[in-house]
Each structure stands twice: as structure tokens, then as C-alpha cells.
């Protein structure tokens, strides 16, 4: 088959997202400042942008598939087909929020406060179109970074930005009183390459299935542990797991081997709560994949 063409977010997504891949199973190599990585898989080659552009790029066929944000996909208007939704829990590829923020002791409460005002933002076509559609008059102009200085020094009356916690546009002076969306990081594809191509539609199947095994297992590890017969059952229901949990009888003793999958969170409570319980022999260890 022809390769399929994958684009890779460069800048803030850039480094979350080849370690995502190092752990589904495939190793890419930037090399310097080259655009077109090296990736150990000769059904597909590489190419990356910034993630404010690659929507463009796989709507009209520059690029098959590729991973962005929500926002740039919604900025663009791209007609694509979103595959996958990817939220990873420690690191860039966490879901974010784009508010809108004006200054602490601003007048301004609501949308409505702002019509006849100026807003500053990265997010120049949504934010328009946002507008727009609630008949609020505003003038939207396009921020190059640094937006939340803008407002503070009084240049615009508001900024719409995004945010995970709003610490940040806390420690500028400002306040949040409306949140336009949420966003997260998506794997996107070309709709005719994906309703066309069976090919390449099951290649981007199998990334997607592998990416998002990685992404649950970031977030579960595995518990063994030895049981004796006449407490297990009352053990066995202290276990949170995706499924039943996996039960074998050890040789010629009255014990059992149990092992389950859970939420790392879980652990720290879990453990000692099975050990008062009877069980022995705990191993906790890291997952690859759960798929």
C-alpha cells in the first residue's frame, strides 16, 4: 500500500506525543531540524507541523491523519473525521479550557457586557463565529502570545485564552467569567481516505487501538497477590478490576493466586487494606497496554 502519511504536532504537543508513541510500540527519531522524523514502521511516514495547522493539512489531503487539538480543529472550521479522542493524564496532552478573562475589578459580568469591546485572543476565527452567533457586536483581534499582558495593560477590554487551572490568568490581574469549550488532543483523519481506503483506514485502526491501550495503562498497574482459600472470597470482593479478577490455585496447597488490574490511584488505599484482609505476597507492576 501506499505509506500512510501521519502528522506530528510540533511545540507544546510535540514531546508528549512521541513518548505516547514510544510506548504503543513505534519509535520516531527527530532528527535536528529536520520536518520528516524517521519511524520504525515502513507502512508510514512522518511529517510534522504545528498543531494550529494540521487540520488544514489532513482535510485537504496533504496528510492522511494526524494528531492536534480540539480548538485548532475547531478554529479551522476542517471538515475531518476525529478517530480517537486522546487524553493523557501527565503531560501537555491534558484537556484545557478556553475562557474568556477580563480584569479583576472589570465591570464587565457577562458576553452581553461586551458588546462594542475588544478582545484579544490566538483563537481569532471561533472566537469570531462565537460571537457572532449570539449577536454580540465585538472586535476580535488576533493575539501573537503574551495575551494576558494585553488586557492588563489595557489594550484590549478582554481576552479569550486557554487554560487547565486558570492559575496562570489568575496571576495576571485577571478573572474568568465565561468558558467558550473544552479541548483535548485528537487523532484526525482525512474523511476520503478514511471512508475510502480500507487500507489505510485499518492502519489507522491499529494506531489508534495501540495509542489508546497506552493511554489507559498510564493510568492502571497490575496486583498479584497470594490468598488462602478460606479468606478469599471475602478479599476477592475488596478488588476493584476492569474485569473478574484472574484466579489459579498454587500446587498442592490450599492457597490461590490472584491477579487483577486497577487504578494506580486506588493502590495506596488498596494495599494495606488487603493486607489487613490476609493477603501475602503482593507485587504491583507497571502495564504497557490495556486494551
Not at 510540533?10 to 520536518?35: C, D, M, P
Not at 472550521?77 to 484545557?96: G, R
Request: glycine share 6%; net charge neutral; proline share 4%.
Amino acid at each position: 500500500m501506499d505509506k500512510l502519511r501521519l502528522g506530528l504536532p510540533k511545540g507544546s504537543l510535540e514531546k508528549a506525543t512521541l513518548e505516547l508513541f514510544r510506548r504503543s510500540g513505534w519509535h520516531i527519531q527527530v532528527n535536528g531540524r529536520s520536518y520528516f522524523p524517521d519511524i520504525d514502521d515502513p507502512e508510514i511516514s512522518c511529517s510534522m507541523c504545528r498543531a494550529q495547522e494540521m487540520s488544514r493539512y489532513v482535510e485537504n489531503g496533504t496528510l492522511d491523519c494526524g494528531i492536534t487539538g480540539k480548538d485548532w480543529t475547531m478554529e479551522n472550521d476542517a471538515q475531518v473525521t476525529v478517530v480517537a479522542d486522546l487524553m493523557y493524564s501527565k503531560s501537555s496532552l491534558n484537556p484545557v479550557r478556553w475562557v474568556l478573562a477580563v480584569p479583576a475589578d472589570s465591570e464587565i459580568k457577562n458576553l452581553r457586557d461586551l458588546a462594542g469591546k475588544k478582545i484579544a485572543t490566538e483563537l481569532l476565527n471561533y472566537t469570531k463565529r462565537y460571537f457572532e452567533q449570539r449577536q454580540i457586536p465585538v472586535k476580535v483581534e488576533f493575539s501573537w502570545g503574551a495575551t494576558e499582558a494585553k488586557v492588563a495593560a489595557g489594550l484590549v477590554d478582554a481576552i479569550v485564552e486557554v487554560t487547565e487551572t486558570g492559575s496562570t490568568i489568575r496571576a495576571h490581574g485577571l478573572k474568568i467569567i465565561h468558558e467558550l469549550f473544552q479541548s483535548n488532543t485528537q487523532f484526525i483523519a482525512n474523511t476520503e481516505v478514511w471512508e475510502k481506503d480500507p487500507v489505510k483506514r485499518q492502519k489507522m485502526e491499529g494506531l489508534t487501538v495501540l495509542l489508546l491501550g497506552a493511554l489507559r495503562a498510564e493510568r492502571m498497574v497490575g496486583l498479584k497477590m497470594n490468598i488462602p482459600e478460606k479468606l478469599l472470597k471475602n478479599i476477592v470482593d475488596l478488588l476493584p478490576s476492569l474485569l473478574a479478577p484472574t484466579i489459579a490455585s498454587l500446587y498442592e496447597t490450599d492457597w490461590y493466586s490472584v491477579e487483577v488490574v486497577v487504578n494506580q490511584s486506588e493502590v495506596r488505599t488498596l494495599i494495606p487494606r488487603l493486607i489487613r484482609a490476609g493477603a501475602q505476597g503482593i507485587v504491583e507492576y507497571p502495564l504497557h497496554k490495556v486494551i
